[in-house]
């Protein structure tokens, strides 16, 4: 597989073309962002980390049938993926309230909800990612409607997997962002794209409470390297 040019240079990622393609690879920036790229870092390794352990559950994904862009881990920083057109939506899922939700709901952070929750938001930095309805999302026609029937039920799939993953672990899997995109080389095939790492999950200890995710950035918690490698540690990852 051939490296070629640069397509794309997102805040955590790069994307480079190859010699197929349907093809590309993506690449892992130590660069933090927060607070849609007000607040800005770096973390060291964390590029690395981020690529073990999402590849990790990326291909854990892959094995109980969920469709994925990813391919292979090639090294340290690179993942090779399908090509994919992103669909403008975010999903999040959320098994907890936190962050967001807890801020516009008035709701004390940690409380369980007792299903999970699937919300959209518009892909927009300018808008600072809008909350959206499927309502939203059909008039504009970000997504068709058999779409975002896939990607609720593929959001509730990976949260089922996630969810016993991470309690395997210790780790309260509190809330995450998905991102799905349609196969380069097969538009109406949607699978699940980008990545599935500390930066976009909010994962607690079990016993101690204590956040081993991006929060420790966004909030100057302090010890942030720590706490992804911790990740990795209890995943397993280290090769
Ligand atoms: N998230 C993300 N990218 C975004 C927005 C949210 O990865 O652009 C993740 C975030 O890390 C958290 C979950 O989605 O795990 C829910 O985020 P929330 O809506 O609470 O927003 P935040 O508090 O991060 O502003």
């Known amino acids: 597989m051939e490296k070629r040019d640069q397509l794309y240079e997102g805040k955590a990622k790069v994307l480079f073309s190859t010699d197929d393609e349907n093809c590309l690879i993506q690449y892992f920036k130590d660069d933090a962002t927060a607070f849609n790229g007000v607040k800005k870092g770096t973390i060291a390794d964390k590029g690395v980390l981020n690529n073990l352990i999402s590849a990790r559950l990326m291909f854990l994904l892959e094995t109980v049938g969920i469709p994925v862009h990813f391919i292979k881990r090639l090294n340290d920083r690179e993942q090779l993926v399908r090509r994919v057109e992103i669909v403008p939506v975010e999903v999040v899922v959320r098994n907890r309230v936190a962050g967001s939700m807890a801020k516009r709901l008035g709701i004390k952070e940690g409380v369980v909800l007792p299903r999970p929750v699937v919300e959209f938001y518009l892909k927009s930095d300018e808008l600072d990612d809008p909350l959206i309805t499927l309502d939203h999302i059909d008039v ?65 200890d079990m016993k101690t409470g204590k956040k081993l995710d991006k929060d420790r950035f966004r909030r100057d918690l302090g010890g942030v390297e720590e706490a992804y490698q911790e990740i990795v540690d209890r995943m397993g990852v280290s090769e």
């Not at 780790?171 to 097969?186: A, C, M, P, Q, T």
């Open 140 to 204: 504009f026609n970000w997504a068709s409607h058999e779409e975002v029937e896939l990607m609720i039920e593929m959001a509730h799939r990976v949260n089922d997997v996630l969810l016993g993953y991470y309690a395997n672990i210790g780790i309260h899997l509190v809330d995450y962002k998905l991102e799905f995109g349609r196969l380069n080389s097969d538009m109406d095939t949607l699978v699940l794209a980008d990545e599935i790492s500390p930066d976009s999950c909010r994962l607690w």
